[in-house]
């Protein structure tokens, strides 16, 4: 099937793409596994080398890279260059501490000399979402290269240009161009390239279903994953709370990206002191937030990446209500052209019911009322998934407290769920498995070894 580049805002294909024959995909993967050959050895100063320069890259073409992800998956256009800045970011993170994270570790009582080393394995097979389609490659292909590990793409069908565009990153710079391929092909093909020895492992961001299937491939195969999948993260708030301050962070999580990010709040759990108070400032905030077309740089909230996205968002907003959520806000497509959504309110839905337990991807927050603060803590538990959560209150020591209750794999205090180069990102339970970023990250994907001199 051909791989189909759409413009969310006029549901116009722009482009086609042929998908990849399995002998061309056969030879990507092999040329991929070559170059490991040599990569493996080049020394952490090379590899270093390599990724600032991909950073220069990435830095002088961020203007057009922004307009490629707006024009084929909706992203406004300021969105889509912090976007690219962040992974020429991410770049310079592992050349500059790479080879630190990667330092054999000394170990003292075991034989006369002992220590652990950190070894390149071979390819891994990146599999990687259409939400932020750049950020997600970079933050993979980031530390699996300064390692000494080379890397394959298989990116979301619907961004053809955004992989071929990251593709043309690496050409520019100095990185060889047998270290890093994207391959053009779709969801059938990602078994046929887990069958190649070289490929040691995959990487995946997407949905459970997606993730689900791919682990079991891989698992079958007895190759490692890294598993980031879907949240319904809690973003919990709590009497004390600076309500202005909560409902602003609340609506840009919310509605940036149209609200199709993994660690976006999802479900507001507000203290019944400060309920009404903060449903009233979520709206207002909401409202502050210009919807429109992702080439002008005002815009904060573009189309949802495909009209077919927006009537699965609807359904879901539809079954919340029959559930028993009343819509105080929103909840109607827009019809001015554009698979736009607007910011909605859900209130008063059953907290089990089990369309509450999905996770919504779009411009929807779900708000609950909490009793008290155990209340809130319970509920934000309460789900199959484990991503992210927020706690808000004015007194830190005691948010600091809650975050390490709150079971998910980053919470934050008084602000942003986000990822960091410096912080492991990754999920729990449904959300996922294994780490990225940080010195976990870059030791996800390496043979880390024992050795002893007695």
């Not at 990206?257 to 002191?273: E, L, M, P, S």
Request: glycine content about 10%; charged content about 20%.
């Amino acid at each position: 099937m051909p791989l189909l580049s759409t413009n969310p805002m006029t549901g116009e294909v722009t482009n086609t793409f042929e998908e990849w024959t399995p002998d061309r995909t056969a030879a990507a993967v092999r040329s991929v596994a070559e170059g490991y050959a040599v990569w493996k050895d080049a020394g952490f100063a090379r590899r270093a080398e390599s990724l600032v320069s991909l950073a220069g890259v990435l830095r002088r073409r961020a203007d057009e890279f922004a307009e490629i992800m707006a024009g084929e998956m909706g992203k406004p256009v300021s969105y889509g260059r912090a976007e690219v800045l962040k992974c020429a970011a991410v770049c310079e993170h592992y050349a500059e501490r790479g080879e630190a994270m990667l330092t054999p570790e000394p170990v003292s009582g075991c034989g006369r000399e002992a220590f652990v080393d950190f070894a390149p394995m071979g390819t891994v097979l990146a599999v990687m979402p259409w939400n932020f389609p750049f950020w997600q490659v970079l933050r993979v292909a980031a530390p699996t290269l300064m390692a000494g590990n080379t890397l394959v793409l298989k990116h979301a069908s619907n961004v053809p240009r955004c992989a071929l565009a990251i593709e043309s990153a690496f050409r520019e710079s100095s990185f060889p161009d047998n270290v890093f391929r994207t391959l053009l092909i779709g969801a059938r093909q990602v078994e046929s390239v887990l069958d190649f020895d070289s490929i040691i492992g995959v990487s995946l961001t997407g949905s459970e279903g997606a993730g689900s299937k791919v682990a079991a491939a891989a698992g079958a195969r007895l190759k490692k994953c890294v598993m980031e999948l879907g949240g319904s993260d809690p973003f919990v708030v709590l009497a004390d709370a600076d309500v202005r301050k909560a409902a602003g962070v609340g609506a840009l999580s919310r509605c940036a990206n149209a609200g199709q990010t993994c660690i976006a709040a999802k479900r507001f759990i507000v203290h019944d002191a400060v309920y009404d108070e903060f449903v009233e400032a979520l709206g207002a905030e909401m409202d502050a937030l210009k919807m429109g077309d992702p080439m002008a740089e005002d815009t904060v909230i573009g189309p949802m990446s495909s009209f077919g996205l927006r009537a699965d968002l609807q359904s879901q907003v539809e079954r919340c209500a029959a559930a028993g959520g009343k819509i105080v806000k929103g909840g109607i497509p827009s019809d001015s052209g554009g698979a736009f959504y607007p910011p909605t309110i859900i209130e008063g839905a059953p907290f089990d019911a089990p369309v509450c337990r999905e996770e919504f991807f779009g411009p929807v927050a779900l708000v609950f009322r909490a009793v008290d603060e155990e209340s809130a803590i319970a509920m934000a538990n309460d789900t199959p998934f484990g991503l992210g959560g927020s706690v808000w209150t004015r007194d830190e020591a005691r948010g600091m407290a809650l975050a390490r209750r709150i079971e998910a794999g980053a919470v934050v205090v008084n602000g942003l769920v986000r990822s960091d180069p410096l912080m492991p990102f990754g999920g729990i339970r449904r959300s996922g498995f294994g780490r990225e970023l940080s010195h976990f990250g870059i030791r996800e994907f390496v043979n880390i070894k024992s050795v002893i001199r007695d």
